[in-house]
């Protein structure tokens, strides 16, 4: 195969250069999202929010509640492993595997919790601070791992590392500011919320996501109620900061600790990243997951140790238990576990290894597999609907497929192109992946060819490109890639400094990564202005008052409706909303559906003679209240058009309104209404 050094090195500088800096401008240049003046006008304000002494101080219930619960998995995790793994090796590895260890574990703690009846503050609190406190005692007495950090070498990955720390400073700003983000207010925090509320896990038919997986749901559960849902946002930031000790420690243990720095930096600067940074959602801990998943199943291919095989096996299991799109890493594992018995030259091992291994991962999923079957009466809920049963939701699952993105065909339109212009389309949430990957599609590319020339061990191509190819066989939506990006990202930056290429392109390389860097930091500091999170974390603006307000990632809100009706109705009502998916804040049992969901609200009005049998209809359902969201129920139907309405339905409605109803509350078209099932008379 022909040496890249055999190519004149001034021209694979010039086009790799040339077709990163043209991705960059398509990117940048007509998009709205990045401002460099707006973006060095906010550095000093960052400054002196973090000058205020007391400013972390007024959130120190949540940081010590986060620190409690983050001390107490690592201890309970790191006990376990030290007497599943014989020999222990100590390390900074092993101490964030047991991190994930005991907060998986704590989310099941969660789930059979919530089967018994158990979701109370006492429960969690005294569970949560002693275990802490205790866990704080071992660790200082069983843990030693070097943690001791050499700068690596060169000034690119130096520099990085000033940019790192500036990102994570912006980064827990956004966390601080009150949760916005719209799939934790209708899913991630609403349904734990719910479930709380409930003192146990309870059966949402109306909600789809419910019948999702839930592994972090469980343990959002158990933090909201030991701390809230700050709390929540701090784990899952910390979530993102275990991805980049990971992908350093990965980098460092393949390669070396320039490209474990300047890889994590990649990965930390992308700028979905960083706004999934911001809130309670899963994606962040799932790629922890999955890269503890990557890490275990190579020391296994390394020295096949019975102990890295069950662990790779438990991680890969606990990842498809928080999203089932992780399903390309448990095929990645299973095909190296292939390849490796057969060139070892035991292809006798290979059926009993995968029958072990995907009996862990098995059984590691069954309790969402189990509770859907019992509940929806089918495991695969709300994907396949079970007619013989009568139960579970009215998922579209027409509507989320083309949420998702799946191709229609495997042409190299479908496949390739339209992924990629997905990411250069700034009215794409896809473009919040950044130009990273696409400028360096080419080297990637190289890299895979000149892989052995690079030092890149050959299960790590193998396990990117499995993933890569299941993943764009079910969908092109970036976001659900993102478990696999620090790979992605240590391979590029591994064939940066260790590929044949001469020194004039291997610097070209490497002021492309910085500015790559720079251009993304940029785009997360205006991504975060759009949050608009300064007065609100400084304390010169109200909670309320914020939540209160539209934002550009929050419009139509609906926080002062529900903290009305929280204040303001019985304890035990039903809520109906209408209209309106995020029921986060709602301290009352909720009626809500998902953006895919049939709404209940039309399963009701529809074959009804009138306004008088509806309102009988729904109070006969002990549904007394009403939270209707004019501006969200227009956005909706432009995006997804949930509701139809047939000329009848809308007279019935319009007299429903009029006639059946009491309104209790509105502003600024978000109303609370009471149902009233005669009609009300006329004044004379």
Known sequence: MMNIKEIPNYLVAFLL??????????????????????????????????????????????????LLMLVAATAVGSFVLRRFVKPF??????????????????????????????????????????????????????????????????????????????????NLVGVLAPEIYYDTLVYHLALPAQYNLAGRIIEIPSHGFSYFPQNMEMLYSLILLA?????????????????????????????????????????????????????????????????????????????????????????????????????????ANLALIGIYYYRQKQPGKIIPGLAKFAAVVLLLVSPWLVKNTLTAGTPLAPFIHSPMSGKGPDFRLDKYARECERPQSFSLENLVVKPLNAVLDETSQDSFIGPFFLAFLPLFILSLIYARRAGIRWHLPVYFSIYLLLWRSQTSIWRFLLPILPLFCILIIAFVYNGQMNRWTKWSMKLIVLLVLVTNFGMILSSLNRKEPYQVVAGDEKVDDYLSRSHPF????????????????????????????????????????????????????????????????????????????????LRMQISYRPFRFSRGDLKLLREFWSNNSRMLYYKDGVGVYQIIEKRIKPPK
């Open 554 to 633: 929050y419009p139509y809100p609906v926080y002062p409706a529900i903290t009305f009706f929280n204040n303001s109705l019985p304890i035990s009502s039903k809520v109906m909303f209408v209209g309106e998916e995020r029921g986060y804040y709602s301290r009352r049992q909720l009626i809500v559906n998902s953006a895919f969901d049939q709404p209940t609200f039309q399963k009701y009005y529809e074959n009804v003679p009138d306004a008088d049998t509806l309102a009988a209809r729904l109070i006969a359902a002990d549904i007394r209240y009403i939270l209707f969201n004019e501006g969200e129920l």
């Open 227 to 331: 701390g809230n849902d700050l709390t929540a946002r701090l784990v899952h930031y910390f979530f993102g900061l275990g991805c980049c000790l990971l992908i350093y420690l990965l980098g460092r243990r393949w390669f070396s600790r320039t490209v474990g720095t300047l890889a994590s930096a990649v990965f930390y600067f992308i700028p979905l990243v960083a706004m999934e940074s911001w809130t309670a959602v899963n994606d962040l801990a799932l790629t922890f997951y999955v890269l503890l998943n990557l890490l275990f199943i190579s020391l296994w291919l390394e020295e096949e140790k019975r102990s890295d095989f069950y662990l790779a096996a438990f991680f890969c299991g606990f990842s498809l238990g928080i999203k089932y799109v992780t399903f390309p890493a448990l095929a």
């Open 89 to 170: 090796p100590e390390g900074a590895e092993m101490l964030l595997a047991g991190t994930g260890l005991g907060l998986a574990l704590f989310s099941y703690l969660g789930l059979y919790l919530g089967l018994a009846g158990l979701l109370h503050v006492w429960v969690s609190r005294l569970l949560l601070y002693p275990a802490g406190i205790v866990g704080i005692i071992y660790l200082v007495q069983n843990n030693h791992p070097s943690l001791r950090f050499k700068l690596p070498a060169g000034l690119v990955a130096r520099a990085s590392i000033v940019l790192m720390v500036l990102a994570a400073l912006a």
């Open 17 to 66: 250069s040339v077709w990163a800096l043209f991705i960059g401008w398509s990117f940048y240049h007509p998009s709205d999202f990045i401002s460099f003046a707006d973006t060095a006008a906010q550095l000093p304000v960052l400054a002196g929010i973090f000058a205020h002494p007391w400013l972390l101080g007024g959130y120190s219930f949540s940081l010590l509640t986060c």
